[in-house]
């Protein structure tokens, strides 16, 4: 049967336990610091002018991912890419989002929801410069829930174990993806320009 409502959801699911909302803090404290400063990898979810939701990962070198300005700010780097900006035009029109920060070798994630602002000021690129190059832009992040989610995610999808790691050559490469999704696309061109863009476009 469809759940439709939160009744119907409660008769599903049991009531949480209390420290599940006691745990959610408004601020980033020592542990949350901590643990932003050991990611090198985020996922970003923002929504669209018509509610529908949208998530895209974000990675840079361990410290350079996200910069905490202070207990209530978080600072985020927007690098070079396909320029098709996605969450920056769902911020433009809806300025909230849902992170979740990964920590390799960590079970636990760090979750975080506030409310972003575009801004391309200098003194906020500089914290997040990589190789002497400044990001684009930045999000500015007002911290309003944050945080630790616990490990069972992880822990069934074995993420971290090398047992678990695929094989490259299981799945197609991105331009033979995309060959097969675009009339006239060359998988060949496609790979190559994007290796050159990872070597020579990461900042």
Known sequence: MSVENMDELREVYAPPADRAGLKVLDHLDVHC???IALSPFYVIASARADG???A???????GSAAHVLDDRTLLLPDRPGNRQVDTLMNLVERPYVGLVFFV???TETLRINGRAEISTDRELLEPLAVEGRLPISVL???VEEAFLHCAKAL???????PDAQVERSRYPSYGEVLADQI???DAAEIDAGEEES??????
Request: aromatic share 8%; proline share 9%.
């Open 33 to 35: 610091r901590d643990f």
């Open 52 to 54: 529908r939701a949208d």
């Open 56 to 62: 895209s990962p974000r990675g840079d070198p361990t």
């Open 104 to 106: 390799p070798g960590l």
């Open 140 to 142: 500015k992040v007002t």
């Open 155 to 161: 822990i069934r999808a074995r993420l971290w174990e």
């Open 183 to 185: 009339a006239g696309a």
């Open 198 to 203: 990872a070597r020579n476009e990461l900042y």
